[in-house]
């Protein structure tokens, strides 16, 4: 069976309100109203010195944005260029030796470099259009652009960030990588440059984007004690499960050929409470668990896949709902304390970077397993109980709701199961409140960003916000200096709001 989207152009006598209304099961929406990219030159923006602090999507789409619209933009990053990055992280998969810099988290590209290169969203929006076109002409699968389900992979997605960075480059954007900011300089509470580590500060400056990711946990603690107001916010918590490809095509696809279907996944949601689920997260069918820790001393994993997807095993996260009550702290900074305590346990179990793991079968009683399953995690695994180190409400909640998936899927919950700790970093422990300009509530030409700064959860909706805060720029210097060069086309564009925490679940 396939399945379309199709778009329609009706007569003015038809009530298309009346017509989404009465058809709700039909799954027909109205067109969104055609809101201009902001990609066109802005006098206003031509003198303007502009730093963007990350280069994952939402900062590396401001930057490119950013110059179109004229500005003199510097994106920096704590990590290396693809090339660079890509021998760190072999050398964690071999050696399982971690670069506390330039990892599977921080570097050109952002975390989304090293995953499945998922394009999907909750989010409807006409630039998301733009997005994948954009995409596709960086050399991204045309299909992307009219897939149900679209997706990249780890191995095209790197090509595809090199050619953007190659763009940027060419409108005169400088990109400087192995560029940690350390510090904000702020005068009459403006931020007015950074400083970089080893290096001279970046001064002058008109604005900043922060679009640092939700690994960057050290940034975190830098803005908070520099007075940035910060907010905790709800994520997940939990592991990734792991099973044979073979077993998901069978309960997705049945007898059905894989070479004519190509690798199953699924998806699973379990609510245990008003306030508490378990979900699946991020499924990577055909894929790889990875070590994705950023910083020494703690452990966490995510998982990807290649464009084939022709891995023999599938794995997803298994996650449970975390919010302010669970945490340690209740400042804002409680949700980033919670991740580090329960990674901290998972490196000391693990002796470092081998994968802490343990049967399905043993996590349903309790007990550490005596031996392992193949799996596709490098560079190994080591036994343990992860009731030792979860903390025991995310324990009892995956334990009910495996009985409830293996119901669905027969082998769900079974022996060729396997768990692997700790999935944390579902998405940012926090927040950076922003006002409807786009800056920080109390940090004039601040301008918080992306996944980081709680306004996204993968690659679609950061890029998204990058262009959403590019919008936010242009409009406040544009008004700013002059209300006649606000054009009625950015004045509509203020409508395009922020994605939401609901828009981003996989």
């Known amino acids: 069976r396939y399945v379309y989207t199709v778009e329609v152009e ?16 039909m799954h027909i929406r109205q067109v969104e109203e055609n809101i201009p990219v902001p990609l066109s030159l802005s006098p206003a923006l031509q003198s303007k010195r502009i730093a963007v602090v990350g280069a994952g999507p939402a900062g590396m789409f401001a930057a490119h944005a950013l110059a179109v619209n004229g500005a003199q933009v510097t994106m920096l990053d704590r990590g290396e260029d693809v090339s660079g990055r890509l021998k760190k992280v072999q050398q964690l998969f071999n050696e399982a030796v971690l670069d506390g810099e330039s990892n599977i988290s921080f570097g050109e590209g952002g975390a989304g470099t090293f995953s499945d290169g998922k394009l999907t969203t909750r989010k409807n929006h006409p630039w998301i259009r ?5 995409l596709v002409d960086c050399g991204a699968p045309k299909e992307i652009a009219t897939a149900g389900k679209p997706h990249i992979g780890t191995d095209r997605l790197r090509a595809v960030v090199v050619t953007l960075r190659k763009r940027m480059i060419e409108l005169g954007v400088d990109v400087r990588f192995s560029a940690k900011v350390t510090g904000l300089i702020i005068e ?7 400083q970089i580590e080893g290096q001279e500060d970046l001064t002058s400056l008109d604005a900043v984007v922060w679009a640092t990711g939700h690994s960057a946990r050290d940034s975190f603690k830098m803005l908070y004690k520099s007075g940035v107001e910060l907010e905790a916010k709800p994520f997940a918590v939990g592991v990734r499960i792991e099973h044979p490809q ?34 699946s997260f991020c499924m990577c069918p055909g894929g790889q668990i990875v070590c994705s820790s950023s910083h020494p001393g703690f452990h966490v994993v995510n998982g990807m896949s290649n ?12 996650v449970v709902k975390v919010n302010e009550k669970d945490f340690p702290d209740q400042t804002p900074l409680g949700g980033v304390l919670f991740q580090e305590e329960i990674e901290r346990k998972a490196y000391e179990q693990s002796g470092g970077y081998l994968g802490p793991a343990q049967r399905v079968t043993d996590f349903l009683s309790r007990r550490k397993s005596a031996n392992l399953p193949a799996s596709s995690y490098e560079p190994g695994l080591i036994p343990v109980n992860l009731h030792t180190i979860l903390p025991k409400t995310i324990c009892d909640h995956l334990v009910q709701a495996l009985y409830e998936f293996d119901a669905r899927y027969p082998g769900f919950a079974g022996p060729e199961a396997l768990m692997v700790g700790t999935e944390t970093r579902t998405s940012s422990p926090i927040r950076i409140p922003r006002t409807t300009s786009g800056q920080s509530t ?6 918080p960003c992306g996944e980081g700064a709680g306004y996204a959860g993968g690659i ?27 054009s009625n086309a950015c004045k509509t564009s203020t409508k395009a709001s922020p994605p939401k925490e ?4 996989y």
């Not at 733009?130 to 954009?134: E, G, M, S, Y």
């Not at 009459?188 to 950074?194: C, I």
């Not at 073979?246 to 609510?271: E, F, I, M, T």
């Not at 990058?466 to 406040?476: D, E, H, K, P």
């Open 460 to 486: 679609i909706s950061a890029a998204l916000d990058g262009l959403f805060i590019t919008q936010c720029i242009r409009n406040y210097f544009e008004e700013k200096e002059s209300p006649s060069l606000s």
């Open 502 to 505: 609901t828009d981003f679940l």
């Open 130 to 134: 733009h997005i994948l076109d954009f």
């Open 10 to 25: 009706v007569g003015e006598m038809v009530n298309v309100e009346r017509m989404v209304k009465e058809n709700k099961g």
């Open 188 to 194: 009459n509470q403006t931020v007015t440059g950074l």
């Open 442 to 447: 109390n940090l004039a030409h601040f301008f």
């Open 246 to 279: 073979a077993l998901v095509n069978q309960w997705l696809h049945g007898d059905a050929p894989k070479s004519r279907l190509g690798a199953a996944d699924y998806r699973v949601v379990c609510n245990i409470s008003e306030d508490r689920s378990v979900y």
């Open 307 to 318: 464009y084939a997807r022709n891995s023999a095993f599938a794995n997803a996260g298994l």
